[in-house]
């Protein structure tokens, strides 16, 4: 089986990057995507949804270096496992994590400076360890 989701958002914070015990780069950062339909009766619906993105290796330190809050990314990974959690209203919500496996850095210079438009975990080394999931530091 497999399964591979694209998403095309802006940045919603700086990336955070840390490391595992291992001394494996990681990097998270949140994507917001936006979505407007009229409805029925004629009203513009607006939804947002956030996915969680982790980068790995040297993806994550490309990540962390270039990419900043309201940058116009394409996100290229796999869904990990939805996570519940209940928010400050009492309503339960769902997190929606991507592990990346290509970021591309959309827009101009403007739009957080020149950067590399690509990057693929698969130009890095596969030597990454298989890690549990305990140790992810986020």
Not at 9 to 15: A, E, H, I, K
Not at 96 to 102: P, S
Request: charged share 25%; aromatic share 8%; net charge negative.
């Amino acid at each position: 089986m497999y399964q591979k989701i694209i998403i095309i958002g802006r940045l919603g914070r700086d990336p955070e990057m840390r490391y595992t015990a291992q001394g494996t780069a990681v990097t998270s950062f949140s994507v917001a995507t936006d979505r407007s339909w009229t409805d029925q009766s004629g009203q513009r619906q607006d939804r947002t949804t956030w996915f969680r993105v982790s980068a790995w290796g040297r993806l994550a330190e490309t990540c962390n270096q270039y990419l900043s809050k309201g940058r116009l990314v394409m996100v290229e990974g796999e869904m990990q496992e939805t996570r519940p959690w209940q928010g400050r209203d009492g309503e339960w919500r769902a997190s929606l994590e991507v592990r990346a496996n290509n970021v591309q850095f959309l827009g101009g210079r403007s739009d957080g400076g020149a950067a590399p438009q690509e990057q693929s975990a698969d130009q890095e080394d596969n030597n990454s360890p298989v890690l549990d999931e305990e140790e992810i530091p986020f």
